[in-house]
């Protein structure tokens, strides 16, 4: 089951340039959607306001070296391994939920263009299924145990917000294409044909939803990232304050709180943040 192509067996109802042409229009909708996200929150401009403001609070022109230096570490760390998740539940969660969505949609891309009507090489369409898996565990586990209005806050795993039509219709997508493609392989049917509707219903919420949902938070969030180093790095430090090396001397004499509370015996000041699992985001 997890070597064929399902494609191929809905090409005999369904014509290859339809579902060709549903790709591409999938594609242009995410897209659009970006743009219009990016023009409708102004989300371009603040960026730019931002880079704008910072100019004047500087210490240190960067050079081209340093900037792609930055860049190659944002995509190694902050991109590639999720980095900012401190909690290693979530982290893992969301890299399984993250390159399970990309090979998803490469290999549904492989299998849509490339082997639209005959049997695909075996490693493409077990991508395919292991790629949906991949989405499924990580998302649903997300979504019952990780959410923190489920492990924090308490709140049942069925409410629902507008910031949920993402990964709703993400798991959706895999889940429906997952059981859709089992059913191909045993014989297909009406339940088959009802799975098929529900896997096009959620991929097209998924991709035509961006404007609604967090969709556009994934090319944001890298944009983000490296412009934290970026102010980091050239000083600017987006006109707060530096902190500096807490162990110098000039610093503990312009804050004599500093030796008392942060030095090698602090005075007891409870549990603070420990007195609970730190399951939170």
């Known amino acids: 089951m997890f070597v064929s192509n399902p494609f191929a067996d809905l090409a005999a109802s369904i014509p290859v ?10 594609f242009l909708a995410v897209v659009g959607g970006t743009i219009f996200d990016v023009i409708h929150k102004k989300s371009g401009k603040y960026f730019f306001d931002k880079a704008k403001a910072a100019e004047a609070a500087r210490t240190r022109e960067l050079n081209s070296g340093d900037k792609m230096n930055i860049a190659v570490q944002t995509a190694l760390v902050d991109v590639a391994t999720s980095a900012e998740f ?19 949609i ?6 849509v263009f490339a082997y639209p009507t005959h049997a695909a090489p075996g490693i493409v369409s077990l991508l ?10 990580g998302g649903y586990w997300f979504w019952f145990v990780i959410r923190v209005d489920i492990s ?6 069925y409410k629902l917000v507008k910031a949920d039509l993402f990964i ?11 059981l859709w493609s ?16 529900l896997f096009l219903i959620s991929s097209t919420t998924l991709f035509c939803g961006v404007i609604w949902s967090k969709f ?3 090319f944001f969030k890298p944009a983000a990232a490296y412009n934290k180093r970026i102010v980091k790095a050239d000083g600017s430090m987006e006109n707060m304050p530096e902190i500096g090396d807490l162990s110098d001397k000039a610093l503990q004499e312009r804050f004599p709180d500093i030796p008392e509370y942060l030095g090698t015996n602090p005075p007891n000041m409870g549990l603070g943040i420990k007195r609970e699992a730190p399951r939170h985001y």
Do not use: K
């Open 86 to 104: 401190c909690n290693p539940h979530r982290r893992i969660a969301h890299l399984m939920t993250m390159y399970g969505f990309i090979l998803f």
């Open 152 to 157: 924090a806050e308490g709140n049942p795993c």
């Open 182 to 197: 089992v059913g191909q392989s045993m014989g297909g049917g009406s339940i088959t044909n009802l799975l098929l509707a």
């Open 106 to 111: 490469l290999t549904t891309i492989a299998l």
């Open 168 to 178: 709703l219709s993400l798991l959706g997508t895999t889940t429906f294409g997952f």
């Open 216 to 218: 556009a938070h994934m």
């Open 128 to 137: 395919w299924h292991l790629s949906a898996l991949s989405v499924m565990v």
């Open 17 to 26: 340039d339809v579902m060709q042409w549903y790709v591409v229009l999938m």
